[in-house]
């Protein structure tokens, strides 16, 4: 059988919004899928405004936008389905926006309520993938490992260069996955600095000298040295990376955080002897990160087609989302460290 599904995605770094139309079914025990359609819808700058500030927002005004922004995405689907005439959808999976992620106080939140979505569109919409996972004592994330584990299984490793960078690979036949390090949720921000929406090729911090003391308590932060499972958030990054970063605006800052990142993620390569990893998102348009990367390790970098680099979380959403409407497994254990599997969503 042949499902036919649309994944939205709204990452960290604030870009715009994943739209997926993909095709998936099972063939000798194996899923199969074809992108049909994809597409980037940008925010606007009050809405990316909104949402960026939405973690500082009283109760009410956060179910406002909870709402504003479910029919605001179900508007947006529309459209998408309307312009490039695509019929016969099963179900809109939808990621939502993360406003709130603590784990470890048993409470995530993505913000867009899919019934919202669901009334614009009158398609069965699946949404809220996280909350249920960190009821069961999990992080909540990450989550693509499941399509990582049925649809990328030629990769030893997949890597999303995202706001976060987060990876999943087997280790002792079990899938295990976890965040590395921030990416662009802090590269655009000290792009920001100077008038730069993001760091275009790297091509700012290849022009700055690294700040060897910053770069030293970087590597030293406590999460770097715990066991997975483990995930981050912005809260992390408020509380840990930008204090580090006050009063200095300078190229060096984009070079040292750079080498971070590219150090605390050619280190997992080389702790678990990561031979061929396929990598994601659009930290993977940044040359001078992976050149930094590739100067570190060994790995075999791999860098597919566009379409997969910008839509592989939004196509795996879909794909999570076919799996919750046959009530399948499309959360891992071993990746987000909850009790056990389980098949995660609400079904409007």
């Not at 995530?108 to 069961?136: H, M, N, W």
Request: hydrophobic share 40%; aromatic share 10%.
């Amino acid at each position: 059988m042949v499902f036919k599904a649309i994944g939205l995605m709204s990452g960290t770094s604030l870009d715009g919004l994943d739209i997926c139309f993909a095709q998936f079914w099972e063939e000798n025990s194996y899923w199969k899928f074809k992108i049909i359609q994809a597409e980037t819808v940008s925010y606007s700058k009050a809405l990316e405004d909104q949402l960026r500030n939405s973690i500082h927002l009283s109760s009410q005004d956060l179910l406002a936008l909870n709402t504003d922004y479910g029919f605001y995405l179900g508007q947006i689907t529309q459209n998408f389905i309307q312009k490039n005439q695509l019929s016969d959808i099963d179900l809109i999976a939808s990621h939502g926006h993360t406003v709130f992620h603590q784990p470890q106080r048993k409470f995530t939140l993505q913000i867009g309520d899919g019934r919202a979505i669901k009334t614009e569109t009158q398609i069965p919409v699946i949404y809220d993938f996280r909350s249920q996972d960190v009821l069961l004592g999990g992080n909540g994330a990450p989550l693509v490992p499941i399509g990582d584990e049925l649809l990328f299984s030629d990769y030893d490793a997949c890597l999303n260069l995202g706001g976060f960078s987060n990876i999943s690979f087997k280790n002792n036949h079990q899938r295990i996955a976890f965040d590395i390090a921030p990416v662009n949720i802090v590269l655009n921000k000290l792009a920001l600095n100077f008038n730069q929406n993001y760091d275009e090729n790297g091509d700012l911090a290849k022009k700055g000298k690294i700040n060897q003391e910053i770069l030293t308590k970087l590597n030293s932060l406590e999460f770097y040295s715990q066991s997975h499972p483990k995930s981050l958030g912005i809260e992390w990054c408020n509380e840990n990376i930008f204090p580090l970063f006050l009063n200095i605006e300078n190229l060096d800052i984009l070079a040292t955080f750079t080498e971070h990142v590219a150090e605390q993620i050619s280190k997992v390569f080389n702790d678990y002897n990561l031979k061929k990893v396929l990598f994601t998102g659009g930290g993977t348009y940044n040359q001078f990160l992976i050149e930094r990367i590739n100067s570190k390790t060994k790995s075999e970098i791999n860098i597919p087609e566009k379409e997969i680099i910008d839509f592989k979380e939004a196509l795996i959403f879909a794909f999570m989302g076919v799996l919750r409407w046959n009530n399948e497994i499309n959360v891992l254990s071993s990746a987000t460290g909850s009790s056990h599997d389980h098949s995660s969503g609400i079904i409007a």
